[in-house]
């Protein structure tokens, strides 16, 4: 069905704010003592299988589970570029996806190191995470600051999830001012995962994207980012040291604390095109309140 709400017309798949079974409305009681009726997200397991081998269960929103098991996969490096993917079966009953490939593989030994990173909900990364980066340098792309500025105006004001009922987050993928594809979940790690796994199967071009997340700038989501060849990550959010020092190796613009006028650019700063006087952009204004369920 075509999105014809102004909001939503530049995307190629947009937050689905008000999808059947993302949330749910929950009775409380507020601070004055009276009953309020919000809406809260929904979270449910979803296990993923490569070929008869299970690899993980995450909690996810359940939205895009052919997405987000193929862009885990894909981001952990358990399936490369070169692997011919043969079918994904999704069964909502046992909330279960299987990815199958034209080879089956054997990752025993990565599971035995598997490890809880530092992100939201059920964030899972191997002993080996770094495997596969070696000798990766991203493509030059410049960017220019006039684009980054309608990219973070656009993204905030579209109608989302979170708006609806927070506790989640958002990743876009974006072609200069352009948002293209926006995806949430209660991970940040799923909302990339499902832009990776949209991307692999609709054979997206990647060097020429930027990539925005609300969520944190780590060494997971930087990671993620170079897996995927996007030469530019952008963040409404902070940094942490070691995602900077993974940024500037693989050749990566990282850009944080991306808000109204502000943003501090921490790797990657020579592909900047200055084209836009911070003074005469429209400072952000404040969250607009979320929604009260009817």
Same mark, same amino acid.
């Given at each position: 069905?075509?999105?014809?709400?102004?909001? $939503?017309?530049?995307? %190629?798949?947009?937050?689905?704010?008000?999808?059947?079974? %993302?949330? #749910? +409305?929950?009775?409380?009681? +507020?601070?004055?003592?009276? =009953?309020?009726?919000?809406?809260?997200?929904?979270? /449910?397991? %979803?296990?993923?299988?490569?070929?008869? =081998?299970?690899?993980?269960?995450?909690?996810?929103?359940?939205?895009?589970?052919?997405?987000?098991?193929?862009?885990?996969?894909?981001?952990?490096?358990?399936?490369?570029?070169?692997?011919?993917?043969?079918?994904?079966?999704?069964?909502?009953?046992?909330? @279960?996806?299987? @990815?199958?490939?034209?080879?089956?593989?054997?990752?025993?030994?990565?599971?035995?190191?598997?490890?809880?990173?530092?992100?939201?909900a059920v964030g899972t990364v191997f002993g080996d995470m770094m495997e596969g980066l070696e000798g990766v340098r991203l493509p030059d792309c410049t960017v220019r600051t006039s684009d980054l500025y309608a990219l973070s105006a656009k993204i905030n004001r579209t109608p989302s999830l979170y708006l609806t009922a927070g506790a989640i987050h958002g990743t876009v993928l974006c072609q200069g001012a352009r948002p293209?594809?926006?995806?949430?979940?209660?991970?940040? $790690?799923?909302?990339?995962?499902?832009?990776?796994?949209?991307?692999?199967?609709?054979?997206?071009?990647?060097?020429?994207?930027?990539?925005?997340?609300?969520?944190?700038?780590?060494?997971?989501?930087?990671?993620?980012? +170079?897996?995927?060849?996007?030469?530019?990550?952008?963040?409404?959010?902070?940094?942490?040291?070691?995602?900077?020092?993974?940024?500037?190796?693989?050749?990566?613009?990282?850009?944080?604390?991306? /808000?109204?006028?502000?943003?501090?650019?921490?790797?990657?700063?020579? /592909? %900047?095109?200055?084209?836009?006087?911070?003074?005469?952009?429209?400072?952000?204004?404040?969250?607009?309140?979320?929604?009260?369920? #009817?």
């Open positions: 069905m075509p999105i014809l709400d102004e909001a $939503h017309h530049d995307y %190629l798949i947009a937050p689905n704010a008000e999808g059947v079974g %993302l949330t #749910r +409305a929950v009775q409380g009681i +507020a601070q004055d003592g009276t =009953q309020q009726r919000i809406n809260v997200v929904e979270e /449910r397991p %979803l296990t993923i299988y490569l070929n008869r =081998q299970e690899i993980v269960t995450a909690m996810t929103i359940g939205d895009y589970p052919d997405y987000l098991a193929l862009g885990f996969l894909r981001n952990q490096g358990m399936l490369s570029p070169d692997d011919v993917v043969t079918g994904i079966d999704y069964d909502e009953e046992l909330s @279960v996806v299987v @990815v199958r490939t034209e080879i089956e593989t054997n990752h025993e030994e990565k599971l035995q190191k598997k490890t809880r990173t530092s992100g939201c293209l594809v926006y995806m949430e979940d209660v991970g940040r $790690h799923n909302a990339v995962d499902k832009i990776a796994g949209w991307m692999a199967l609709d054979g997206a071009q990647a060097s020429d994207k930027t990539l925005y997340t609300t969520g944190r700038l780590t060494s997971e989501m930087v990671i993620k980012t +170079a897996m995927m060849g996007i030469p530019v990550l952008a963040s409404r959010s902070g940094f942490t040291a070691w995602g900077v020092e993974i940024a500037r190796q693989v050749n990566l613009t990282l850009i944080g604390r991306m /808000r109204g006028q502000r943003f501090i650019c921490l790797s990657g700063a020579e /592909r %900047l095109i200055w084209d836009a006087d911070p003074a005469a952009v429209q400072d952000e204004p404040k969250r607009a309140g979320r929604k009260a369920a #009817r």
